[in-house]
């Protein structure tokens, strides 16, 4: 059984910094594109991060939003996935989800979700 | 960035109605499309994908179409648990996007 689970949400003042991970089983995670999404108090769901495999050199992209102040990064040896989110705003504030393409399955698959709320 | 308008944003219909969101494409995606359902405290739950192909589990009710860059979801004949959230992405190019949802709710 596929399992993917978020943790590290929670309450953060602007411009600190807070560290997600995704910890996962059930498939074949080296091989997998892990990619995190979140979803504003509004339900307005939004990509934000994807990070390839080792064939791929662990290539990533990112939403302009994000770009230079969130880092996505894996950890194949223990099969997990992470989120450094650094110089946080009030507009984060969301629940995180990561999931996962495969060649054949995307977005099959997602955690539960973890709640980050900025603020002051 | 390839922007998909969803519509409409919310929509109440009775129990055996037949119901069509639409997301129409601002660039080609081909069929690189996904539909999610959400319900309350829950996670998407992926329903179509490559626009056409209905996921394993998902009841035959649901289908997917397109027609250009407008792209549907199709449910023939409105159950209670189809209350929830409709979401599309655009899984052709990065950044991925997703559409605005739509918020489905029984009469």
């Not at chain 1, 892990?34 to 495999?53: G, N």
């Not at chain 2, 860059?69 to 991925?96: F, G, N, R, V, W």
Request: hydrophobic share 30%.
């Amino acid at each position: 059984e596929v399992q993917l689970v978020e943790t590290g949400g929670g309450l953060v003042q602007p411009g600190k910094s807070l560290k997600l991970t995704c910890a996962t089983s059930g498939f074949t995670f080296s091989t997998a594109w892990m990619h995190w999404v979140r979803q504003s108090p509004e339900k307005r769901l939004e990509w934000i991060a994807r990070i390839k495999d080792k064939s791929n050199n662990y290539a990533t992209d990112y939403v302009e939003s994000v770009k230079g102040r969130f880092t996505i990064s894996r950890d194949d040896s223990k099969s997990s996935v992470y989120l450094q989110m650094n110089s946080l705003k009030e507009e984060d504030t969301a629940t995180y989800y990561c999931t996962l393409t495969t060649r054949y399955n995307w977005f099959a698959y997602w955690g539960q979700g973890t709640l980050v709320t900025v603020s002051s | 960035d390839i922007q998909m308008t969803q519509s409409p944003s919310s929509m109440s219909a009775s129990l055996g109605d037949r119901v069509t969101i639409t997301c129409q494409a601002s660039q080609d995606i081909g069929n690189n499309l996904i539909w999610f359902q959400q319900k309350p405290g829950k996670s998407p739950r992926r329903m179509i994908y490559y626009a056409t192909n209905l996921a394993n589990g998902v009841p035959s009710r649901f289908s997917g179409s397109r027609s250009g860059s407008d792209y549907s979801l199709t449910i023939i004949s409105l159950e209670s648990e189809d209350m929830a959230d409709y979401h599309c992405l655009q899984y052709k190019q990065y950044p991925l996007t997703f559409g605005s949802g739509t918020k489905l709710e029984i009469k």
